[in-house]
């Protein structure tokens, strides 16, 4: 079977708005099941609602994916800038406490 096009997502973003996000892991991978994880997932989100100035309404962690309700700060902070922090700043967390506190900080790798 040939490779399908990707679909192109259009969003719509209107002011004032509640959004429902629901995003998963990497290879939907169980990353948020342990309590340090999700404290590292929250610790992101608090960081995150300040960054970009959305209100959250509701949000819950499952092993593999997040669910999210915001209203993000039009037109300052679109939900495409709002996701992007959110997910670099959880996945530098979360791998941060899969590791240890032995990681490197900023993520870089170890050279052969």
């Not at 899969?98 to 790798?109: I, N, Q």
Request: with cysteine; aromatic share 8%; proline share 10%.
């Amino acid at each position: 079977m040939p490779d399908q096009p990707r679909k192109q997502l259009h969003r719509y973003d209107q002011p004032n708005q509640a959004r429902f996000l629901t995003f998963s892991c990497h290879n939907r991978k169980p990353y948020l099941s342990t309590p340090g994880a999700c404290d590292a997932f929250a610790a992101s989100l608090s960081k995150a609602r300040t960054t970009y100035n959305f209100k959250l309404l509701a949000w819950v962690a499952m092993p593999d994916h997040i669910h999210l309700i915001l209203i993000p700060d039009l037109p300052h902070w679109p939900v495409s800038k709002v996701l992007w922090g959110l997910k670099r700043g959880s996945a530098t967390r979360i791998k941060q406490t899969m590791l240890g506190a032995t990681a490197d900080p900023k993520g870089s790798r170890a050279q052969p």
